[in-house]
């Protein structure tokens, strides 16, 4: 139960056209109401309105997107008007609904609105209403109008004192203060109603996944592939997930990590397609034939290789990786140069200029990090050399790789690749 705040004997008068004194000639009275919930939704994007006369390829994108990351609380309805998505939902979603686009990528933020008729007085209410949702005595306001629809007959200045003004001859202890308020009260005219809103929810930005391509991920179990699978999301990219695991050295813990990884990015982008490369044979024939500082970039020069042949395969232009430049010895300059050679694909490496605590804060953010440091091991971490090398010569690495029966080997991975659908964890 709330209150809710009626005015008496309320009147507008047109301060054009005889002044604004004196409009309100009553205080408001209070009495008990249930509160009201919002069940419309306002999303905003940012950087797709610089897109130009692309911009509707962007605009249809991020609905669609929005309208996936919805499904299971029908009934839901998705509208587009003036740049902005309106999500009208049963109240019972609601917060499910808020919690699911804030991980729809190309969405700046989100409001709960309050939609009410193009009347002053109904706008005057409902500014109260907002606002003693979270009053407390002496809290400080601000109205902030934006007057889309120009046949309003009042400007957004004139909404603003009004809309002032009758908070202030309300029965509640408040102030207006324009540059720090407690809270801000929006109102926007549009053409058939106004919407109120308080609360402005972040969403991730970026650009709606599916729109600038494809791409395969090289998915460890680690800290830094996933979040470079989730700056590859937003930048636009739809994504596959390939990852090496080694039984029986690496077990079903290991790759149940990987798989709640893909089911987190999934939350982002849409269901993921995993391709578990099983990667043992290889491993044991490069310790057993090549020299011992050489393992871990050999290693990789194989995975990329595979990771090349699944691409084109899957017709998936570009790799991307979670190398950090000079974070571990096989991410040396030289070392990147090296692995890069044995592959005619683009490989994008997203945190290459990150530090690790960037790299963990991102994770945390993300909520990658406590599934990424459970203790499992994967791949990469076996049969690491004591002293790896961190300038490789490339022809050094040809000579080693001359000892291998490579091609037996990638084929055989390749073969014995075992592929599953991952769909996001709501």
């Known amino acids: 139960m709330q209150l809710q705040f009626v005015p008496l004997n309320y009147t507008i008068w047109n301060s054009?056209?005889?002044g604004a004194a004196n409009i309100f000639s009553a205080k408001t009275q209070v009495k008990a109401e249930t509160s009201m919930q919002p069940v419309l939704l306002l999303i905003r994007y940012g950087e797709i309105a610089l897109k130009g006369k692309n911009r509707p390829f962007f605009e249809n994108r991020l609905l669609r997107n929005i309208e996936e990351s919805l499904?299971?609380?029908?009934?839901?309805?998705?509208s587009f008007r003036r740049g902005r998505y309106y999500v009208k939902i049963d109240e019972e979603n609601l917060?499910?609904?808020?919690?699911?686009?804030?991980?729809?990528?190309?969405i700046v933020s989100i409001s709960p609105v309050f939609p009410v008729k193009l009347n002053l007085e109904e706008i005057c209410r409902q500014a109260l209403q907002l606002l003693k949702n979270s009053y407390?005595?002496?809290m400080t306001f601000k109205i902030v109008t934006r007057r889309a629809n120009k046949n309003f007959p009042y400007p957004s200045p004139e909404v603003n004192n009004l809309a002032g003004t009758y908070l202030l001859k309300s029965n509640l202890e408040l102030k207006v203060d324009v540059h720090n308020p407690e809270i801000v009260i929006n109102i926007e005219i549009r053409e058939k109603e106004a919407y109120l809103y308080s609360q402005i929810i972040p969403g991730p930005g970026g650009l709606p996944v599916g729109v600038t391509g494809k791409g395969l991920l090289l998915l460890s179990g680690g800290i830094d592939s996933p979040v470079a699978g989730w700056m590859a999301l937003k930048r636009g990219i739809e994504l596959e997930?390939?990852?090496?695991?080694?039984?029986?050295?690496?077990?079903?813990?290991?790759?149940?990590?990987?798989?709640?990884l893909c089911q987190l990015l999934a939350a982002?982008?849409?269901n993921i397609t995993l391709h578990l490369?099983?990667?043992?044979e290889i491993q044991k024939e490069i310790r057993l034939r090549c020299p011992e500082p050489m393992l871990i970039t050999l290693m990789r020069r194989v995975m990329l290789r595979v990771a090349e042949r699944l691409a084109t395969a899957r017709k998936l232009p570009v790799i991307f990786t979670g190398d950090s430049?000079?974070?571990v010895a096989s991410q040396t300059l030289e070392n990147l140069a090296v692995i890069n050679e044995v592959v005619s694909l683009p490989v994008l490496r997203p945190l290459i200029g990150l530090d690790k605590e960037e790299i963990v804060n991102t994770a945390r953010r993300i909520e990658s990090y406590p599934i990424s440091i459970r203790p499992f091991d994967d791949c990469c971490t076996l049969f690491i050399p004591r002293h790896p090398v961190t300038r490789p010569s490339a022809e050094a690495l040809r000579r080693a790789e001359k000892k291998l029966p490579l091609e037996e080997l990638i084929a055989s991975c390749l073969d014995n690749i075992e592929t599953k659908q991952i769909e996001a964890l709501r």
């Open 16 to 18: 054009r056209k005889g």
């Open 71 to 78: 499904k299971g609380l029908e009934p839901f309805q998705v």
């Open 95 to 106: 917060y499910a609904a808020q919690r699911r686009l804030r991980q729809v990528f190309g």
């Open 136 to 138: 407390k005595p002496g």
């Open 241 to 260: 997930a390939l990852h090496f695991h080694s039984p029986p050295f690496t077990g079903d813990n290991a790759l149940h990590k990987v798989e709640d």
């Open 268 to 270: 982002y982008g849409g």
């Open 277 to 280: 490369a099983p990667f043992t």
């Open 325 to 327: 430049l000079g974070q």
